[in-house]
């Protein structure tokens, strides 16, 4: 082969393997891993608590034709079909959907999914919009009165005084950032936290580390919504010390019968396809996690202090399993009840720690 051909092949393959890189992300991002799994990826790495919503399964869940087209009253509809479903109480847009579909460009009509990180350093709303989505969303920002960055990868700074213009939209709204090649917005109500995040790579986030978060992702399933936290978060969050005197007196005693609980090192708990909650708990290896499993077992089959009542009110105990170093629950919902909403913020007795 000459050796110019060669060549020619050569640079060909370079431009493919490039464009693979940039514009084909969600492709090769999407083979054998599921929305959370892929939003976690792009999680900051301080982000300690993360409220997850697959707003493309919300709709398709409910068997809703919004989009991004839609009316105010059609939007609202689609929410209040999903708060009744309990789909909607990991979202940070609810309450801002009439004014982000009508003059933002993306809404839970057409949103793909929405990832809400909280760390003690600052909070962001990752969201992956639809196909071409983000350059109507750079259109929208500069019709809205947002201080254009000055190149691609900064951040269009709004700020309080230009929310209450706007009226309508979360605080989390008030710096935003655009991903394009990857179809990203990100949003912060701290604009230092929000730059910090953009300028930290070439990519915008560089994802969470954490072996006992990735591991109860790992094993949570496809949720439709979910709360996922680091250990030492769970461990605040949902701890029986949040609960009164007397129902952490009563918790205690009850993890003592079921014969104790080891500290968790990540948490998911999330809405399945079909209505069903899964419970993902990681600990530092197979023994605890054998260990805990019928503990836990009994705690999540008993009263819940803290919660009122007992767990068999709020749902039927399924399967629960310790594989690797992850014990699993699978609760059904009893009718009318909002396991996920209600369960997520603690007093949990059977997440404790």
């Known amino acids: 082969m000459p050796a110019r051909r060669k060549v020619l092949g050569a640079v060909l393959a370079l431009l493919l393997v490039t464009a693979v890189a940039v514009v084909g992300w969600r492709w090769w991002s999407g083979r054998d891993t599921t929305d959370l799994q892929r939003a976690m990826a792009l999680a900051p790495a301080d982000g300690q608590r993360f409220s997850f919503t697959d707003w493309a399964g919300v709709r398709a869940e409910l068997g809703s034709e919004v ?64 196909d071409g989505g983000v350059a109507d969303v750079a259109e929208r920002l500069t019709e809205l009165g947002y201080d254009e960055p000055a190149d691609e990868t900064g951040v269009w700074t709004g700020g309080d005084t230009l929310l209450a213009q706007i009226g309508g939209v979360t605080p989390v709204l008030a710096h935003v950032a655009l991903d394009e090649d990857r179809g990203l917005v990100l949003a912060s ?61 009563e918790g205690e005693r009850l993890v003592d019968e079921a014969g104790g609980v080891h500290p968790l090192t ?18 530092e290896d197979e023994d605890r996690a054998r260990a805990d ?47 996920l909403s209600d369960l997520s913020t603690g007093p949990v007795l059977f997440a404790t720690c």
Not at 96 to 109: D, I, K, N, V
Not at 266 to 278: E, I
């Open 67 to 130: 989009d991004a087209d839609s009316f105010d009253d059609e939007v609202n509809a689609l929410l209040d079909e999903a708060f009744d479903a309990d789909l909607a109480s990991t979202s940070a847009l609810v309450e801002s959907a009439e004014t982000l579909q009508s003059r933002y460009g993306f809404s839970p009509a057409s949103l793909e999914w929405e990832l809400f990180s909280q760390g003690e350093a600052g909070a962001v709303a990752i969201l992956e919009v639809a």
């Open 293 to 339: 499993a019928d503990a836990r077992a009994t705690l999540a089959a008993g009263p819940a202090p803290g919660q009122g009542g007992d767990f068999a009110d709020r749902f039927e105990l399924g399967r629960v399993a310790a594989e690797g170093a992850v014990v699993t629950m699978e609760l059904e919902p009893t009718p009318g009840s909002y396991v």
């Open 189 to 249: 109500d701290n604009v230092d936290y929000l730059r910090g995040l953009v300028e930290e790579d070439d990519t915008g986030l560089s994802g969470l580390d954490d072996d006992g978060v990735d591991a109860a992702v790992d094993a949570a399933g496809e949720p439709v919504t979910a709360a996922v936290y680091t250990g030492d978060h769970v461990c605040r969050a949902l701890a029986m010390a949040q609960a009164d005197p007397a129902d952490a007196a």
């Open 266 to 283: 990540g948490f998911v708990m999330g809405t399945q396809p079909g209505g069903d909650v899964r419970v993902a708990m990681a600990l």
